[in-house]
């Protein structure tokens, strides 16, 4: 890999650019993601961003989060015994709030895991 450099005054600076490639959306988690390697964790950022590795980064965070998500509230409405289609026609509010409880504790849980942890 060839290196070149501009003379700005007394330094050489070296002429960096990204190689063009077309980028998917990111979904919350993606840009969850990003907001927190650039806010608490600016050397990975850097990193990833020199190396041309942080948008893959991203939709793989983006992408596992979303997937585990949907996995972890599955298995806690699989679990949980009292979730039916006669609770959800019978009494929705209930149903709904179960529900929404079970999406908060996952998202929690992937929150911790890949949004705000240190795994690359």
């Not at 070296?14 to 490639?21: C, E, G, V």
């Not at 929705?92 to 929404?100: A, E, F, S, T, Y």
């Not at 929150?111 to 240190?118: P, Q, S």
């Amino acid at each position: 890999m060839e290196i070149t450099y501009t003379k700005c005054g007394d330094y050489l600076l070296p002429n960096l650019t990204l190689k063009q490639r077309k980028y998917e959306n990111l979904n919350k988690y993606g840009l969850m993601r990003l907001y927190y390697l650039k806010k608490n964790k600016s050397a990975l950022y850097q990193q990833l961003l020199m190396q041309n590795k942080l948008f893959d980064h991203l939709f793989s965070v983006s992408i596992e989060a979303k997937e585990k998500v949907n996995y972890l509230i599955n298995e806690l409405v699989r679990l949980d015994d009292s979730i039916t289609e006669e609770l959800k026609a019978t009494n929705q509010m209930l149903w709904v709030q179960k529900m929404n409880n079970y999406k908060n504790t996952a998202e929690e849980i992937i929150l911790k895991e890949l949004i705000y942890g240190d795994t690359v």
